[in-house]
């Protein structure tokens, strides 16, 4: 079975500064996607950014960008400039692309605090 | 992508009772989950809604305590059935579409207190 493990429960960033919050899953599958999740206090879940196991690319999207290491099953967000409004818990997930079910295994989360 | 409505945001109820919390997306989508986060933790999926047909629970999950229903494939209701304080929970409904690049994307949860 798939996992997914973010050792960090809360990080901390000077507003305007950088910060990487980790990720690594367990998987024996060659095909999948990842996604970074965030969730400020108002519950909603709001994806970040997604990469796909096959692209050897590493996925950016404006202030945020991934670091994809495959093979050490890595998967960080950094996230450039911090804003104030980047203050929420980000979760990692996994996504099989080699069954039908598109379910998701997140894993434990990451509280990032922006100091002003 | 989807825009995904959640009813009720918010309800305190008491033990013994059910609430039933509904899912709408303002288009057809070809897969619906329905999620439970338990306060300080991370998403844990309880079933995938399946349209005309019964839900998928995952391990862990039943139909008698967690009935799903999906009429059709716009809409969804989750209900939590004979509710005890451990029910008390964010329950969210993701939506996401096959063949589509497979990002999921949620609604904004409904949060839960039993007392």
Partial sequence: AQTVTQSQPEMSVQEAETVTLSCTYDTSESDYYLFWYKQPPSRQMILVIRQEAYKQQNATENRF???????AKSFSLKISDS????AAMYFCA???AMD???KLIFGSGTRLLVRP | SAVISQKPSRDICQRGTSLTIQCQVDSQVTMMFWYRQQP????TLIATANQGSEATYESGFVIDKFPISRPNLTFSTLTVSNMSPEDSSIYLCSVAQVGAGGEAFFGQG???TVV
């Avoid at chain 1, 960008?65 to 093979?71: E, I, L, Y």
């Avoid at chain 1, 804003?83 to 980047?86: A, E, F, M, V, Y």
């Fill in chain 1, 100 to 102: 039908s079910s598109y």
């Fill in chain 2, 110 to 112: 409904t949060r839960l």
């Fill in chain 1, 94 to 96: 996994y996504r099989s």
């Fill in chain 2, 40 to 43: 300080g933790q991370s998403l």
């Fill in chain 1, 65 to 71: 960008s991934v670091n994809f290491q495959k093979a």
């Fill in chain 1, 83 to 86: 804003q104030l409004g980047d």
